[in-house]
């Protein structure tokens, strides 16, 4: 019955705009040339670095890209109301989607330097040293919230993200510290204990869950229970827990900025 509607619905707007086509502006239609970049493949691709002059168009040299250095990954464009993009949003720095941090570098300064003959094979370099994009102020989107947006946060279904609730703890502990990159795998993150932030245990980390390019996305935590009985399953982003490791290496923890009852009482993750 829906699908019946909506066809008679939109058989209806056709007739109608039939009937008004003097008052429907014309669009300007286009065809790819051979120098289009489809945003589909801009997004995600690596960046890298420079302290040496380097030119758009030029054709590096085999094994060019390791003399570079690997700064990280392209998060999104930004374009301004005149079509134009104004700026790049790169990731800098971090691993498995940790520790990243989105630095907005403007288009121009990009360089296009061909891998080889194809036009549409290309490495991204921008003239500047891995440190200034560290030390470069962060990128934050707006973060208005509209009166709808609250109201499908307050009915989140289940498995959403919980950002609204959890804030990243800051912790210090005797004889742990933040660890490297290099440090953290899959094998290590799963199955860590949890904490709150007057250390006690609330549960563990049951599985990660991963972007399309293999990053982290979210966390997903076993609340409670005992041997698996009476667990309550939720999922957070990277930017709300705090990883601390031992010195040895054989103790990971996981903090969170919560207690136990307030986490069992956050959406059930479902994936």
Known sequence: MKQ??????LSFLLLAGAGHAANVSKITTYQQQPTD???????????????????????????????????????????????EVEAVVVGVGGFLGMGEKDVAVAMRDFKFVKKGDDENDYFLVINTNKQMLTDAPAYAASQTTTESQKADNSTAPSGSD????????????????????KELTSETLVGARVYGAKD???GE????????????????????????????????????????????????????????????????YNG
């Open 4 to 9: 019946l509607l909506a066809t008679t619905a």
């Open 37 to 83: 970049i489809r945003a589909s493949k801009f997004i995600g691709m690596r960046v890298y670095a420079t302290e040496k002059d380097i030119a758009s168009d030029t054709s590096a040299k085999p094994g060019n890209e390791k003399e570079w250095d690997d700064i990280g990954e392209i998060n999104d464009v930004i374009l301004g109301r005149n079509g």
């Open 162 to 181: 919980t950002r609204t609730a959890l804030v990243r703890p800051e912790v210090k502990r005797e004889g742990y510290r933040q660890p490297e990159t």
């Open 200 to 202: 006690e245990d609330v």
């Open 205 to 268: 980390v049951d599985k990660l869950v991963l972007n399309a390019d293999g990053s982290v996305k979210q966390l997903v935590l076993d609340i409670g229970g005992f041997l698996g009985v009476g667990e309550h399953r939720i999922a957070v982003a990277l930017d709300q827990v705090n990883i601390m490791r031992n010195e040895k290496g054989d103790d990971v923890r996981v903090y969170v900025n919560s207690d136990k009852e307030t986490l069992k009482a956050l959406p059930t």
